[in-house]
């Protein structure tokens, strides 16, 4: 990519999208799309966008013939209001899965009432969660009466759930804002799957997780993550399960995120912090139920020390290993048969006094659960790694499993992950017949659909892509460095820190730095830490891990000079518009790291078919990925600002081009002075 300031073509519908084909309800979006429709009089500041009115349209279309429609649409195309508007008219019992909690919020909170307000929609809406964000009344009563606290704090948050449930009528976490979401005694006042009582307990009537799946089946429209939403499909255990059935439309927003969800959970993990954690509760309920039938200390005790044994067969901090290549002589193996010995053990003092209480028999039931997965992980891995097993409540793919170890600091993982969701989810969208809409800003590689179709099973289903409203070629500018180090050199950070020093005093701030490890991060910031201190540069440093993702926004917004340093999770789901953010800097291209164990495996079953694992996989997933970083730059028909990409691959590779054509069509270029001079360039509002 050669100095070229002139800007990409506008990438338009995608050569697969399907045909435009005249809908029922196509005079019907127009009108209410238009300046002087229902939307225009009731949405402050709505303006007609011709893309989002053809989304509507099209996403119309499908609701109405009962198929599957992949619709990406670009930054500013106003994509809610286009799947909104055509579901909450003709969509029917509708089910809509986004990314987040957060954003979860925003749909019911304000999105959805203001569309069913402006169109008169007699529609019934109901907003679903996951089990652990509803206080549990039985859990509740127990912390309050013989709770484990581990700090004072813990005691003045347990008090002020104490009051919330007097008043909530949701249970709904969220509601209290004076409790942390992180803050750890939550898990003493929620249930899991194997801890709630079902229809056993005594406050089965009152409990908010009921009292919400009831209200999700009875309304036309339901809100839902897609975390919730996969892992009822894998674990039956959230109430969409009962939704599925009656939904006539079921609509993912931020879809480019459910490869990775519902890899999750479509595979199997079981934990040494589940075991240590069955231990306490085991303690506990046998002391409080059943002291005299057993000695409850030495019955958990070597359970316990054979949990943190297996952790310990790996010294390391941070391990990530297919069992393969754990070396067969390692104290892995023999530790894990320990573990399920010393499990096994447990399990039958449990069987003899389960009927002494609930409670006991739940422990119980969970020790049951647990051993039965290390028994078929510990079998699995006995045989071939691809040995295609069982994923809970999931058939068997035709394409197997990897099997592979995650250790962290203070516990062990042991993972059974699918090659391909493609088998199992299409499973799941068979039988009745009823509307798939996949959208996201981020779907396609230069409008190419193939990858993420690929991923989700979507073969030959229609896919369109609208561009964003947004002038990118005046807007904004692509800038990448000469002269930088590759990016596995030792001193590649420090490099990426020099480049963007004379770019983060040209902008005065105002800038994300989005890096692809933690390492990065935190070698980011001690270098910009020194040198604003040093060049006396008084622009505000935030970095991810010091404070929560919300706080740091909340403070890089009011602050309009702040330079903000994170790694993933700011690499999508933000919006800072206006002049706060004027410059991301992405330090290297998003590749995942070569020597994640289920990456590997992937490639090695897309080579044995001949494939290209680099072309057809690693590649397209970093462009959308990269997608995602660049995507927070302009959020606004008035934003304006500088994408500095650092990774010399973006010019040095052949693939480079097809990166960066996949990219907002800014102008281009590799001078320093162009991009110093921009924002002295006054805005052209001709």
């Not at 020790?367 to 691809?386: F, H, I, N, P, R």
């Not at 970093?622 to 990409?645: C, F, S, Y």
């Not at 650092?646 to 054509?661: E, F, H």
Request: one cysteine or more; hydrophobic letters at 40%.
């Amino acid at each position: 990519m050669i100095e070229d300031t002139s800007p990409a073509p506008i990438e338009g519908v995608s050569s697969d999208a399907v045909a435009v084909v005249s809908g029922i309800h196509d005079d019907d979006v127009d009108r209410l799309f238009a300046s002087s429709g229902p939307l225009g009089q009731a949405v402050g500041g709505f303006r007609p966008r011709q893309a989002q009115t053809e989304m509507a349209k099209a996403i119309a279309n499908a609701i109405d013939q009962q198929r599957t429609l992949i619709a990406e649409a670009g930054t500013g195309t106003g994509k809610t209001f286009a799947y909104l508007v055509p579901a909450l008219l003709w969509g029917g019992k509708v089910i809509v899965s986004t990314g987040t909690k957060n954003l979860q919020d925003q749909l019911y909170l304000r999105d959805i009432p203001t569309v069913r307000k402006a169109l008169s929609a007699p529609v019934s809406v109901a907003l679903l969660k996951g089990r652990a964000n509803y206080v549990c009344h039985f859990h509740l009563e127990r912390t309050l009466q013989n709770g484990r606290m581990t700090s004072r704090e813990d005691v003045g948050y347990l008090r002020e759930i104490s009051r919330f449930m007097k008043t909530t009528s949701s249970g709904d976490k969220a509601e209290l804002s004076k409790v942390p979401e992180t803050a750890l005694i939550w898990n003493l006042v929620t249930s899991t799957r194997d801890t709630c009582m079902g229809a056993e307990c005594q406050y089965y009537q009152d409990c908010f997780v009921m009292k919400a799946r009831k209200e999700a089946q009875q309304a036309d429209v339901v809100v839902v993550n897609h975390h919730l939403f996969f892992a009822d499909v894998a674990l039956k255990d959230s109430g969409v399960a009962e939704l599925l059935p009656s939904a006539n439309t079921i609509i993912f927003d931020e879809a480019h995120q459910l490869p990775e969800v519902a890899t999750l959970f479509f595979g199997n993990t079981v934990s040494t912090s589940q075991i240590l954690e069955l231990c306490r509760d085991v303690l506990a309920e046998g002391l409080s139920h059943a002291r005299d039938g057993a000695d409850w200390a030495q019955v958990v005790l070597p359970v316990e020390k054979a949990a943190r044994d297996l952790r310990l067969a790996f010294p390391q901090d941070v391990v990530r290993l297919a069992v393969n290549q754990i070396a067969p002589s390692s104290v892995f193996f023999p530790a894990l048969e320990t573990m399920r010995e010393q499990l096994h053990g447990m399990i039958a003092v449990l069987e003899k006094q389960a009927e002494r209480a609930e409670t006991i028999e739940q422990c119980r039931t969970r020790a049951v659960e647990l051993g039965y997965q290390l028994d078929a992980w510990s079998s699995a891995s006995a045989g071939s790694v691809k040995t295609p097993k069982k994923a809970k409540g999931a058939e068997p793919d035709d394409e197997g499993s990897v099997l592979w170890v995650e250790a962290f600091s203070s516990s062990l993982q042991l993972h059974q992950t699918p090659l391909s969701i493609a088998p199992i989810f299409n499973k799941q969208r068979e039988g009745v017949a009823r509307s798939w809409i996949f959208t996201s800003a981020t779907l396609a590689v230069k409008n190419d659909f193939q990858h993420y179709a690929a991923q989700m099973g979507l073969w030959d289903e229609p896919a369109q892509s609208w561009p964003s409203p947004f002038d990118y070629g005046q807007q904004g500018l692509l800038y990448v460095p000469q002269h930088l180090p590759q990016p596995n050199s030792p001193d590649y950070t420090d490099a990426v820190i020099d480049a963007a020093l004379p770019v983060i005093e040209a902008s005065g701030g105002r800038a994300f730095l989005l890096c692809t490890t933690i390492r990065a991060v935190n070698r980011a910031a001690e270098r910009l830490r020194a040198e604003f201190e040093a060049r006396h540069l008084n622009f505000l440093l935030l970095v991810q891990g010091e404070a929560g993702r919300t706080e740091l926004l909340d403070r890089f917004r009011a602050a309009g000079n702040a330079v903000l340093i994170g790694s993933q999770s700011f690499w999508e789901g933000v919006d800072v518009r206006g002049e706060a953010l004027s410059l991301v800097i992405i330090d290297k291209l998003p590749f995942s790291p070569p020597d994640d164990p289920v990456l590997a495996a992937r490639i090695d079953a897309l080579e044995a078919k001949g494939m290209n694992g680099f072309m057809h996989h690693q590649l397209p997933a970093a462009i959308i990925n990269l997608k995602q970083g660049a995507g927070r730059l302009i959020r606004d028909e008035t934003d304006r600002g500088v994408l500095m990409i650092c990774d010399p691959r973006l010019i040095s590779k052949g693939y480079g081009r097809r990166i960066w054509q996949s990219l907002p069509p800014f102008k281009r270029t590799r001078e320093l002075d162009v991009v110093q001079a921009f924002w002295r360039t006054p805005v052209n509002n001709g």
